[in-house]
C-alpha cells in the first residue's frame, strides 16, 4: 500500500495539527522544560548568549555590559553553549522542524521574490532581536512563559504586542505590497 | 463569462500571500475564480479561513509536494 494514503502517515506527518492539538503538546513541554531546567521557555535569550560567545571568540568583552551584569547571565556564559539549555532547545526546534517538514515531504529551499522581500526580512530580524533583546524576552519568552508563570509582565507585553503588530502590519502593506 | 486568475505567491511569507488575495479578489465579480499559488505552509491554512468566512467556495489542492493552490469561487 501507498504510505501517503495511510491514514496514520495523513494524521501524524502529513497534515497539520490542529491548534487545540498544538496548545496541549506546547503546555505539556514547557511543563517538562520547567521542572528539568528550573528555567521557563525562552527562545531569544539564548541569541543574545550567541552573540556574546562569538563577540567574546573575537577577542571581545562583554562583562560590563548591563543586559550580562546578574549573576545567572554570567553563570549562563561561562557553562558555554553545550551547557546552555536555551541553546540546545533552540537548535532542537529547528532540528524538530526539519524533521517534520522531511516526514511530510514538504522540504523546499524557497526562492527570493525580490529585493524588496530581503529587505523586509532583514530589517524585521532586527527590530525583533533588538526589541526581544531590550523587552528581556521574545512572545515566549515575555509573552507565554510570562503569561503561564501567572505574572503579570506577560499581559502588559501582549498589550504593546498587539500595538506593534498593528504598526508593523500598516507598515508592511504600505511600503511592501 | 466568468474570469479564472492566478496569482502567483511562490516564495511569499504570512501575511502578504493573505493580503494580495484579499486585493485581487475585490477586484473579481461573482462567478470569478481565484487560484493563489503558495509554498507557505501557514498560507495554506490563513487563506482558506479567511475566504470561507467570508463566504466563498474554498478549495486546497498540493500538485506538487509543498506547493499548494488555493482555489477561491468569488460567490458575492
Not at chain 1, 142 to 148: D, R, V
Request: net charge positive.
Amino acid at each position: 500500500m501507498d504510505i501517503k494514503k495511510n491514514k496514520y502517515y495523513q494524521a501524524w506527518f502529513k497534515n497539520a495539527w490542529t491548534y487545540v492539538t498544538g496548545a496541549i503538546l506546547l503546555s505539556l513541554l514547557q511543563t517538562v522544560t520547567m521542572i528539568t531546567t528550573n528555567d521557563p521557555w525562552g527562545v531569544t535569550g539564548a541569541f543574545a548568549n550567541w552573540g556574546a560567545w562569538i563577540y567574546k571568540a573575537l577577542g571581545g568583552s562583554v562583562e560590563k555590559w548591563t543586559y550580562f551584569d546578574s549573576q545567572g547571565a554570567q553563570a549562563a556564559l561561562s557553562a558555554g553553549f553545550l551547557n546552555d539549555p536555551a541553546s540546545m532547545r533552540n537548535l532542537g526546534i529547528i532540528a524538530g522542524a526539519l524533521f517534520a517538514v522531511l516526514m511530510a515531504s514538504q522540504f523546499k529551499l524557497k526562492k527570493i521574490k525580490s529585493h524588496k522581500q530581503v529587505i523586509a526580512a532583514m530589517l524585521g530580524g532586527l527590530l525583533m532581536g533588538y526589541g526581544a533583546t531590550i523587552a528581556f524576552g521574545c512572545n515566549i519568552g515575555a509573552l507565554y512563559s510570562g503569561i503561564a508563570s501567572l505574572s503579570l509582565s506577560g499581559w502588559v507585553f501582549a498589550l504593546f504586542l498587539f500595538c506593534g503588530s498593528v504598526v508593523g502590519s500598516k507598515l508592511l502593506v504600505k511600503f511592501f505590497m | 463569462m466568468s474570469r479564472e486568475i492566478v496569482l502567483d505567491c511562490i516564495g511569499e511569507v504570512c501575511p502578504v500571500p493573505l493580503i494580495k488575495a484579499e486585493n485581487a479578489l475585490k477586484k473579481l465579480t461573482v462567478g470569478d475564480i481565484l487560484i493563489i499559488q503558495i509554498d507557505h505552509s501557514c498560507a495554506m491554512k490563513n487563506i482558506p479561513e479567511w475566504a470561507k468566512k467570508a463566504g466563498h467556495n474554498v478549495e486546497v489542492q498540493e500538485p506538487v509536494d509543498g506547493e499548494w493552490e488555493v482555489i477561491i469561487e468569488k460567490m458575492k
